[in-house]
């Protein structure tokens, strides 16, 4: 079993940044692959960033070049920094871990709202 548990959601204005925490339980060093995926009133959800155990990225091409995921195993987190926010990023932002034999896991979710 995985626990997964964001934080660092919030207001902010258009343009500005907000940094994304996601702890992990027990450990996140087996976990072959750790992402965010976004989820807007209406919208489909997205898979806006992955990342490996090897340290592999993907992004949505929406996110492109605002968006950064890291993760630290020894913080057992990954991250999610965003840069140059505008409105349509605002969602309900979920991180996630796949491709355990055990299934998939994601969390409850952090809010992001960005006003114009």
């Known amino acids: 079993q995985v626990q997964l548990k964001e934080s660092g959601g919030g207001l902010v204005q258009t343009g500005g940044s907000l940094r994304l925490s996601c702890v992990a339980s027990?450990?996140?060093?087996?976990?072959?692959?750790l992402g965010w995926y976004r989820q807007a009133p209406g919208k489909q959800r997205e898979v806006v960033a992955t990342i490996t155990s090897t340290g592999g990225t993907n992004y949505a091409d929406s996110v492109k070049g605002r968006f950064t995921v890291s993760r630290d195993n020894a913080e057992n987190a990954v991250f999610l920094q965003m840069n140059s926010l505008n409105p349509e990023d605002t969602a309900i932002y979920s991180c996630?871990?796949?491709?355990?034999?055990?299934?998939?896991?994601w969390g409850r979710g952090t809010q992001v709202t960005v006003s114009s």
């Open positions: 027990p450990v996140i060093s087996t976990i072959p692959t």
């Open positions: 996630y871990a796949s491709g355990l034999a055990s299934g998939n896991y």
